[in-house]
């Protein structure tokens, strides 16, 4: 029986929404207990003294891109479970835009089979919704669910098929499956490099308008009241899309919405001079619209912040920005970058972890989270105001396409546990 307690930590606890001090009891990869003061440690436990840093459930990442199948050197379940345990995410929920696209049992099964492999971190696979993500036949869903899926995503690929889009979130909703869309109209955001408006103008690129957005949720929210289906809009990234997710949800469809950090924490202006760090899909959005969207995280209407990891190799990269492959790596800059939001008096951490870490667990029914006696030790440790200038040949990722290379950041993670198991140790 291994015990392990944690004392003098500020423990962050996204369900009654506290940051406060106490102490934490872990046994056989469960949490036991929390405490207000710390008691007298059981005997043959093992301490460990947190000095006052924040002690917080371990952060559940929903739409990480590794590439495995087909695109192994520009990510493996390896290096992203290295890079995800060094940024303090417990749980990554991967995505299916792989090589070829995870749209059979077979595939899947390997999928899962390499994660158990070479991950130290839980990895939960997502299917695709249609074969070979091509928006015209619908994949064996129940047959994908059984084998261990647990959302079904054509990722950046919009189905623009009312029909066929319509009969799989019926058929999704028969099985009470979870279907995630990407919101964008594929007609308006084709060929788009960045956002409409003067930026885009001035620097000549082609732009696609911030109501791209708000048209797919619409569309989608009209086939959820048709079908009932269970649905999560991955990115919401425009002011202009949240009253209708705001009505959507008054009406009680049964529908979620994420975002991912960089369209938090950046705008339209960062791209600066052609910098493909920063290009991005969707494109990042003007400042109006990240302040926007910081709110709605604030206020609970935004539920899931991600990193949306893409990792992209340099020859993708270093293209004239048209050319160039959308995406940036984020899983080690999640939480560094989300505490921009704390400093900046905008989200407090409960409710940063209320969007990282619980929310997450609730959409796809898992008992992490949470610091509950009865729940998994996911539990992350971190200095949130420990400065440091991010260093992209540092990170654990293959690929090294973040747009924070070179910032200065706060939040350094200091020891990451899965199931009890500590997987890292910061320094």
Not at 55 to 64: C, S
Not at 129 to 137: F, I, M, N, S, Y
Not at 176 to 205: C, E, M, N, Y
Not at 333 to 353: E, G, S
Request: net charge neutral; glycine share 8%.
């Amino acid at each position: 029986m291994t015990q392990t307690l944690f004392i003098n930590a500020r423990l962050i606890d996204p369900v009654a929404l506290t940051d406060s001090r106490g102490a934490l009891l872990m046994r056989n990869g469960k949490i036991t207990a929390v405490y207000e003061t710390a008691p007298t440690p059981p005997k043959g436990a093992s301490v460990i003294d947190c000095g006052g840093q924040c002690l917080a459930p371990g952060i559940i990442d929903i739409g990480v891109k590794v590439s495995e199948p087909g695109e192994r050197h520009k990510e493996s379940f390896r290096t992203a479970g290295r890079a995800a345990a060094a940024g303090g995410v417990t749980t990554i929920v991967t995505r299916p835009d792989t090589s070829p696209a995870i749209d059979t049992p077979e595939t899947l099964e390997f999928v899962a089979r390499r994660a158990a492999l070479d991950a130290p971190v839980n990895v939960l696979p997502m299917a695709a919704l249609t074969k070979g993500r091509d928006g015209r036949e619908m994949t064996e869903i129940g047959f994908l669910q059984d084998a261990g899926a647990v959302a079904f995503t054509d990722c950046d690929r919009v189905i623009s098929n009312t029909k066929v889009f319509s009969r799989a979130l019926t058929y999704a909703r028969s099985l009470d499956a979870l279907v995630i869309a990407h919101v964008q109209d594929p007609g308006l955001s084709d060929g788009a490099a960045v956002t409409s408006g003067k930026f885009a103008s001035l620097r000549g690129l082609p732009g696609v308008s911030p109501m791209a957005e708000r048209m797919a949720l619409d569309r989608d929210i009209a086939l959820l009241e048709m079908t009932g289906a269970r649905y999560h809009a991955d990115q919401i990234t425009t002011a202009r899309a949240l009253p209708a997710l705001e009505r959507a949800k008054r009406n009680g469809l049964r529908i979620t919405a994420g975002i991912g950090i960089h369209h938090l924490t950046l705008n339209e202006l960062d791209v600066a001079d052609y910098r493909t760090f920063f290009k991005l899909k969707p494109p990042l959005r003007s400042e109006d619209d990240r302040q926007a969207v910081v709110q709605a995280v604030a206020d609970g209407l935004i539920d899931i912040i991600s990193s949306m990891h893409s990792p992209q190799d340099e020859e993708s990269k270093r293209l004239p920005f048209e050319e160039a492959a959308s995406g940036a790596v984020g899983l080690e800059t999640l939480l560094p970058a989300a505490l921009r939001l704390y400093h900046a008096d905008a989200i407090d951490l409960p409710r940063l972890f209320r969007a990282l870490s619980l929310n997450p667990a609730h959409l796809l029914g898992l008992a992490a989270g949470r610091l509950l006696a009865g729940a998994p030790a996911d539990l992350i440790l971190f200095d949130p105001d420990a400065p440091f200038q991010l260093d992209r040949a540092r990170l654990m990722s293959k690929s090294k396409n973040t747009p924070f290379d070179g910032a200065r950041m706060q939040g350094k993670v200091l020891g990451t546990w899965v199931a009890g198991t500590r997987i890292w140790e910061g320094h």
